[in-house]
T-cell receptor, first 116, second 113 residues
Framework: NAGVMQNPRHLVRRRGQEARLRCSPMKGHSHVYWYRQLPEEGLKFMVYLQKENIIDESGMPKERFSAEFPKEGPSILRIQQVVRGDSAAYFC??????????????FGPGTRLLVL | DQQVKQNSPSLSVQEGRISILNCDYTNSMFDYFLWYKKYPAEGPTFLISISSIKDKNEDGRFTVFLNKSAKHLSLHIVPSQPGDSAVYFCAARTNNAGNMLTFGGGTRLMVKP
């Protein structure tokens, strides 16, 4: 049973470009979470999605950031017009259906975004 | 406002001895706590969790203790092994806050052979 998959593992963008980060949850998992880790800090929640629905985006910056989890295919975190402060590791986690507060979130290996 | 704090950025322990990692929280609404281990260039790996209705949970070499009155939890690893060297994050969740995890800043554990 494959774990949470993220690609690319490393992404380099110049200021003003767009970054697209992909996450495929574990088999059987229908809940996806995105977190961001700045250097030397803990992970910070960004957004929680189920298939075709954004459940909680309270941690997502209001501008330039968007996320989706379509009926088919991976979840996408999209950052438009990237700036140097967007440089971070972005982690995706997934969890199975059920009462989420009891479920463990399993993390992918992360995408390390570097903005030049 | 940092709701989950790990006040020790690093900890060094001799192989075979006990490692104790600490975590404090301020939000009394947290009712579920988790510990994750993270190696460089990898994602966090789930270790152990505890519900607020318990004060202890044990899994092999790992034990988590929860003191709700002090808003404090700790992870004990015994005996410590060199392969345990990693960054350890505690995380907390409420059951009515969108299920997001709130993480501490992490403690880097080094186990010396």
């Amino acid at each position: 049973n494959a774990g949470v998959m993220q690609n690319p593992r490393h992404l380099v963008r110049r200021r003003g470009q767009e970054a697209r980060l992909r996450c495929s949850p574990m088999k059987g998992h229908s809940h996806v979470y995105w977190y961001r880790q700045l250097p030397e800090e803990g992970l910070k929640f960004m957004v929680y999605l189920q298939k075709e629905n954004i459940i909680d985006e309270s941690g997502m910056p209001k501008e330039r950031f968007s996320a989706e989890f379509p009926k088919e295919g991976p979840s996408i975190l999209r950052i438009q017009q990237v700036v140097r402060g967007d440089s971070a590791a972005y982690f995706c986690a997934s969890s199975p259906p059920g009462r989420q507060w009891q479920e463990t979130q399993y993390f992918g290996p992360g995408t390390r975004l570097l903005v030049l | 406002d940092q709701q989950v704090k790990q006040n020790s950025p690093s900890l060094s322990v001799q192989e075979g001895r006990i490692s104790i990692l600490n975590c404090d929280y301020t939000n009394s609404m947290f009712d579920y706590f988790l510990w994750y281990k993270k190696y460089p260039a990898e994602g966090p790996t789930f270790l152990i969790s505890i519900s607020s209705i318990k004060d202890k949970n044990e899994d092999g070499r790992f034990t988590v203790f929860l003191n709700k009155s002090a808003k404090h939890l700790s992870l004990h690893i015994v005996p410590s092994q060199p392969g345990d060297s990693a960054v350890y994050f505690c995380a907390a969740r409420t059951n009515n806050a969108g299920n997001m995890l709130t993480f501490g800043g992490g403690t880097r554990l080094m186990v010396k052979p």
